[in-house]
């Protein structure tokens, strides 16, 4: 069964604006990770966060995590066309637990 | 960083014939792979965990021996559709892991149709 949910389940911006996606999350977790999906294509690790962090950067993503809240949020600055894909986030309880992936977001980023 | 590929990247089978997909770590030796199923504008699902030497562990609800897992070596894990039906097309994406589990390196994925 899935654990992550994220919102919104699509997302459309304008270029060079930020993108902000949620996910929530029901049971504890070791750690959250967040993926990015281009069409008919493999998954591209972005980022890891883990249970006793509360805010990650790299590059142009930030991602945050409230452990009271089950949630997390990835935001991308100064998005860019290429940055058009699906995310996922996706958690695991244990250190080698296996991962298990929300839905998605879509997000298009219009030039 | 950690490459993993999978061969072949598409396939079309008629109903009834089986199908082998390759997942190999070409950078890194991979002590567990892992075996997903995407459908189309969906979540990936966990079908199993294979480790190099061991007998795959499978997922509640995916049959064992309509997808059968091989890992022989510490480089390449194989999963056969075998007598495969329409409803078994879909995208399979495999993933591996080095020593510690924290990140997975996904391959780009196999995309079935079964006529």
């Known amino acids: 069964s899935q654990q992550g949910e994220e919102d919104p389940q699509a997302l459309s911006i304008q270029e060079g604006e930020n993108a902000t996606m949620n996910c929530s999350y029901k049971?504890?977790?070791?750690?959250l990770q967040w993926y990015r999906q281009n069409s008919g294509r493999g998954l591209v690790h972005l980022i890891l966060?883990?249970?006793?962090?509360r805010e990650k950067h790299s590059g142009r993503l930030r991602v945050t995590l409230d452990t009271s809240k089950k949630s997390s949020s990835l935001l991308i600055t100064a998005s860019r066309a290429a940055d058009t894909a699906s995310y996922f986030c996706?958690?695991?309880?244990?250190?080698?637990?296996?991962?298990?992936f929300g839905k998605g977001i879509t997000l298009s980023v219009r030039p | 960083g950690a490459v993993v590929s999978q061969h072949p990247s598409w396939v079309i089978c008629k109903s009834g014939t089986s199908v082998k997909i390759e997942c190999r770590s070409l950078?890194?030796?991979?002590?567990?792979m892992f075996w997903y199923r995407q459908f189309p504008k969906q979540s990936l699902m966990l079908m199993a965990t294979?480790?190099?030497?061991?007998?795959?562990?499978?997922e509640q609800g995916v049959e064992k021996d309509k997808f059968l897992i091989n890992h022989a070596s510490l480089t390449l894990s194989t999963l056969t559709v075998t007598s495969a039906h329409p409803e078994d097309s879909s995208f399979y994406i495999c993933s591996a892991v080095g020593g510690g589990w924290d990140t997975q390196y996904f391959g780009p994925g196999t995309r079935l149709t079964v006529l």
């Open positions: 294979s480790n190099e030497g061991s007998k795959a562990t499978y």
């Open positions: 966060i883990r249970s006793n962090e």
């Open positions: 996706a958690t695991k309880a244990g250190a080698n637990s296996k991962l298990t």
């Open positions: 049971t504890s977790i070791n750690n």
């Open positions: 950078d890194f030796q991979a002590t567990t």
